[in-house]
């Protein structure tokens, strides 16, 4: 049994749930994986894994196995790191999932940018508004309109502040019914983006007073855009963040309602795994990122 290897085989079982995933991302055969598994546990005469062809589950000495193990593996990793250049170049595949709309709003066109000031990295984006899962789906930093981590061992970092704006075209305005109060829209017609953590209630802030108020319509989308394009139609109204409607703000094609209530906004986070030692390629893009949405978002 090379034990290293072996090790490593476990850890990586164990953070993704799934001998046929470790498989995948350690580019072994599901065999060579049980293998490793097996000769461990033989090694330390305790079981660690308990499996059924269908799920696995960690014993109790399996479970306090990989807290120790994956301390160590962290602290070999960081020693090879010190063996390095102290200021190394980032380079590689840089895989990264981004929400489309703030994507496209505030962060595709300066892109090129960060290519042309790191030669050495290939930048995979995936624009997608849906959660994705960082360790499971192998990216190396996700965007996400959310603090919520999938576990202890993400760091999310605060990009910006998306503060919304309810809104909807002077012409849907004419044929509805007045609209005063949060509690108004319960008979209006509600665009609504699914997949935000409040797709079903808004809520609205004045003063000392809160109101969240239950929702619903015929347009139900998972493209903040797609709703964009709704009230421009004179289709409904939605509660959306400001910076995806600005100009149509600004111009009259749309118009802001409530204005005396403030609404609930939402924060863009980039999270990525914890480490002591983060990859120079994530290091350069956590800073491109701080950099582009300070400067593109006022």
């Known amino acids: 049994m090379d034990r290293f290897t072996a090790l490593n085989v476990f850890r990586t079982v164990v953070e993704l749930g799934s001998f046929a995933e470790a498989a995948r991302r350690l580019r072994l055969s599901p065999a060579a994986v049980s293998k490793n598994i097996r000769e461990l546990e033989a090694h330390l005469a305790v079981r660690l894994i308990n499996r059924t062809t269908r799920r696995m589950s ?7 196995y990989h807290k120790r193990i994956a301390d160590v593996l962290d602290d070999l990793d960081d020693a090879d790191a010190t063996l390095g250049p102290l200021q190394q170049e980032p380079r590689g595949l840089l895989r990264v999932s981004a929400p ?7 962060l595709s066109e300066a892109i090129p940018r960060f290519l042309e000031r790191y030669p050495e990295i290939t930048l995979d984006l995936r624009l997608d508004d849906r959660r994705v899962n960082i360790i499971e789906d192998g990216f190396d930093l996700v965007i996400r309109g959310s603090d919520r981590l999938e576990n202890s061992s993400l760091i999310a970092r605060k990009l910006l502040v ?11 305005l004419e044929r509805v019914p007045a609209l005063t109060t949060p509690e108004d829209l319960r008979r209006h017609e509600c665009v609504q983006f699914t ?33 964009r394009d709704a009230l421009r139609a004179g289709f409904g ?9 600005r100009d149509d703000l600004a111009s009259g094609r749309l118009v802001p ?8 906004d939402t924060t863009l986070y980039a999270i990525y795994p914890s480490a002591r030692h983060v990859q120079a390629k994530v290091r350069a893009f956590l800073d491109f990122l701080i950099e582009t949405f300070a400067s593109r978002i006022r």
């Open 58 to 64: 960690l014993t109790e000495a399996g479970a306090l």
């Open 100 to 106: 489309m709309a703030a994507s496209l709003v505030a």
């Open 162 to 172: 998306l503060d919304h704006v309810l809104c909807c075209a002077p012409a849907y």
């Open 237 to 245: 109204v939605s509660l959306t963040p400001r910076i995806y409607v």
């Open 195 to 227: 997949l935000s953590g409040h797709a079903d209630e808004w809520t609205f802030h004045k003063a000392s007073r809160s109101v969240s108020v239950p929702v619903n319509g015929r347009y139900k989308v998972t493209s903040s855009l797609a709703v």
């Open 257 to 264: 309602l409530l204005t005396d209530w403030t609404p609930m």
